[in-house]
T-cell receptor
Framework: QQPVQSPQAVILREGEDAVINCSSSKALYSVHWYRQKHGEAPVFLMILLKGGEQKGHDKISASFNEKKQQSSLYLTASQLSYSGTYFCGTDSNDYKLSFGAGTTVTVRA | DADVTQTPRNRITKTGKRIMLECSQTKGHDRMYWYRQDPGLGLRLIYYSFDVKDINKGEISDGYSVSRQAQAKFSLSLESAIPNQTALYFC??????????????FGDGTRLSIL
C-alpha cells in the first residue's frame, strides 16, 4: 500500500517555508525522501530510521514518528533550486520501498 | 546518475509487441529494482532482485517479466505490450553491504509509448 502524501502541490516564494507530510497504514522501519526535477531521475535526499530522529540536508530537514507511522519534510527559507516533486518512500524492513504519489513544489522569485 | 544506465531512453511501439528494457550498473550494488511512474501515482514497484538468483514480484508485476543476467544487469520485458503500459520506467540500485535499507540510485528512465 502506498503511503499518503500531502499536500499534492505547494507554491512558495523564495524564502518561505513549507511542510510535506507522509503517512502510512503499515508499521515502518524507515522513511526515505527523494526529489525529482522535471524530466530527470529521482535523487535521494535522506533516510530516517526508527527512533524519531530528525535529519537535515542543507535547509531541508525531516522527522519520523514511527508510532504514528508518519514523516514530515521541512523546506526552510526555500530557494529556487528546491522546486521539484518530492516523494517519500516507506520501508517496513523488507528492503523495498513503497512511494507516495508525490508533492510538487514550485518556488517563485 | 551515469552509474545506472537504462536503454533505450525512448521507445514507441505497437500493441502486442514484445519489448525489453535494459538496465546496467557500474556501482557494484547487489539490489536492483524496476519501477513505473505515471502522473499522479508516483513510483510503483514492478519487480526487484537482491542477487542474481533472487527475483521478487512487486506491487504491479502482471504483464511484466524480468531477468537478472548478472549482478550488474537487470532487464524488464513486456511480453505483449498494451496501451496502459505506456509510462516512464525507472531502474534503481542499492547496496546491502552497509546494512539496512540503503538509498536507491536511479537511472535516467525509459519513456515507453504503446500505440
Amino acid at each position: 500500500q502506498q503511503p499518503v502524501q500531502s499536500p499534492q502541490a505547494v507554491i512558495l516564494r523564495e524564502g518561505e517555508d513549507a511542510v510535506i507530510n507522509c503517512s502510512s497504514s503499515k508499521a515502518l522501519y524507515s522513511v526515505h525522501w527523494y526529489r525529482q526535477k522535471h524530466g530527470e531521475a529521482p535523487v535521494f535526499l535522506m533516510i530516517l530510521l526508527k527512533g524519531g530522529e530528525q535529519k537535515g540536508h542543507d535547509k531541508i530537514s525531516a522527522s519520523f514518528n514511527e508510532k504514528k507511522q508518519q514523516s514530515s519534510l521541512y523546506l526552510t527559507a526555500s530557494q529556487l533550486s528546491y522546486s521539484g516533486t518530492y516523494f517519500c518512500g516507506t520501508d517496513s524492513n523488507d528492503y523495498k520501498l513503497s512511494f507516495g504519489a508525490g508533492t510538487t513544489v514550485t518556488v517563485r522569485a | 546518475d551515469a552509474d545506472v544506465t537504462q536503454t533505450p531512453r525512448n521507445r514507441i511501439t505497437k500493441t502486442g509487441k514484445r519489448i525489453m528494457l535494459e538496465c546496467s550498473q557500474t556501482k557494484g550494488h547487489d539490489r536492483m529494482y524496476w519501477y513505473r511512474q505515471d502522473p499522479g501515482l508516483g513510483l510503483r514497484l514492478i519487480y526487484y532482485s537482491f542477487d542474481v538468483k533472487d527475483i521478487n514480484k512487486g506491487e504491479i508485476s502482471d504483464g511484466y517479466s524480468v531477468s537478472r543476467q548478472a549482478q550488474a544487469k537487470f532487464s524488464l520485458s513486456l511480453e505483449s505490450a498494451i496501451p496502459n503500459q505506456t509510462a516512464l520506467y525507472f531502474c534503481a540500485t542499492s547496496d546491502s553491504r552497509a546494512g539496512g535499507n540503503q538509498p536507491q540510485h536511479f537511472g535516467d528512465g525509459t519513456r515507453l509509448s504503446i500505440l
